[in-house]
């Protein structure tokens, strides 16, 4: 599936466009019903990987790609893919095309352009793993290869990746 993140207009699956604005109603007659609901502001798609959130009157204000980098879904964003990627790559990419200020509250685990209304997160930073790693010595139980690779690749590549609206990030400031 072709899946391209357009900031601040909204996303393209296949040769489905869903843009902000769109209602609630719109999403389902593109997407069929939904994999989950969230009471009457979310909706999500492809097994919990994309989440559509609805403003008061029903219609999109934001949507988010959770999938990370094991999930199927897999968003392009100018031109790169955005699980894929190595996590500070993105992040010199969209600073780059933000071209302004970043909100960046929690110390590496998640950011927030505003001028692109764009939005990532992950669980995890490399230097959690250092200290994973080390208190799994401590406690004479060290990791083992596959699992610290796996924690590894978690925290070098983002979790999730959002759009909003033009003035959704701008609150957060």
């Known amino acids: 599936m072709i899946i391209k993140i357009n900031p601040l207009f909204g996303i393209q699956l296949n ?9 609630k109603e719109d999403v389902i007659t593109s997407l069929g019903e939904p994999f ?12 919990n990987e994309l989440r559509f959130d609805f403003n008061t009157d029903d219609k999109i204000e934001y949507i988010e790609f959770l999938g990370r980098i094991d999930g199927k879904l897999k968003p392009e964003i100018y031109g790169v893919s955005a699980f894929d990627i190595h996590a500070d790559e993105l992040i010199r990419i969209l600073t780059r095309e933000n071209n ?31 200290e994973m790693v080390q208190e799994a010595k401590d406690e004479g ?23 909003g609206e033009k003035s959704y990030y701008n609150s957060g400031e």
């Open 36 to 47: 989950g609901v969230n009471g009457t502001e979310q909706l999500y798609y492809f097994e």
């Open 15 to 23: 040769d489905t466009t869903l843009t902000f604005g769109m209602t």
């Open 100 to 130: 302004g200020n970043i909100i960046d509250n929690e110390n590496g685990y998640s950011y927030a352009f505003p001028n692109i209304g764009i939005g990532i997160y992950r669980e995890s930073i490399p230097k959690d793993i250092e």
């Open 141 to 163: 139980e060290p990791m083992n290869d596959e699992d610290y690779k796996y924690e590894l690749s978690k925290a070098i590549h983002w979790a999730t990746i959002g759009l």
